[in-house]
């Protein structure tokens, strides 16, 4: 091989070169992404197992909440328990009617809710209803804790913008800048193209 390669001309052997070289580069860039995707599986199977603890924990919240809603089915508590196990495993029909019972049996203290009935709404693409259950949220400003209520401000207002609805976003942007800048700004460049 040896011998081939200095009997060829300077040009193919440059040529040759350049082309091992870059032969070895490909290889040594693999190894490196296959190296790394190796240190990545522990975590993925990590987030993997974690995950499934979650799902099985909020699983767990669903059958005690039923289990004590067979026995007080009045449990407006309970509901609100169950709504949201169902909101977190994504079963967003389920999470929307136990709110929904959850608010018919008190309406006194459901501002919680309503902020995760208007995210149900949200993903079951019912703009409309999720915008009512955000200021039916944000009417509650004596129950609603500042975090939930700067959160309903920051989903009303996207939904807003996403319809079109310019004027009642601005005012529910002021809204949000006097109640946590941090979370307004995500949506800054909205309103500086609007």
Known sequence: ???FLLSQPT???DSLLHSLGKIYTLAVLAAMLIGSC???LPMVERAARENQILSDSWQQVIDAQLALL???????DAYFKLGRAHFHLKQWHQAATALESSISINAHSAAGAYYYLGKSYEELYQSDAAIAAYEKALSYQPGLVRKLRSRSLYRLTTLLLKQG??????????QLKKLDRRLATRLDDAFFRW
Do not use: F, V
Not at 70 to 76: G, I, L, S, V
Not at 165 to 174: F, I, L, P
């Open 1 to 3: 091989m040896g011998d």
């Open 70 to 76: 067979a026995k007080e089915p009045d449990n407006h």
């Open 165 to 174: 609805r310019y004027r009642g976003a601005k005012n529910r942007y002021r």
């Open 11 to 13: 040009d193919t052997l």
């Open 38 to 40: 190796a240190k990545q």
